[in-house]
């Protein structure tokens, strides 16, 4: 197909740049640019994350089955000391 485009002036450096680098036309250089850009681009394939994990031990002493009520009385508790320091300084 034979058509007339105006270039950017950027746009033609780009080319004329590729086109001393490769020792090709300017109709070569111009097609592979627009083939790479309109082309879809296949990446490599990622590598898996893979997450590094730590023995953080057993504690027998810790019901892990009340640790959400555990984790509830905590803020409870948060909660009131901060109402306390509220009053004080009312």
Known sequence: MRTTATLD???ELLLR????????SFKKALNEAVKAGLSPRT???AKPYVQKTYS????P???WDK?????????DEDI????RIHKRTS
């Open 9 to 11: 002036p950027e746009v």
């Open 67 to 75: 640790a959400q009520a555990i984790a509830d009385a905590m803020e």
């Open 43 to 45: 990446q490599p394939a």
């Open 56 to 59: 953080l031990g057993l504690n």
């Open 61 to 63: 002493n810790l019901n």
């Open 17 to 24: 740049k590729v086109m001393k680098e490769r020792g090709v």
């Open 80 to 83: 009131l000391r901060k109402l």
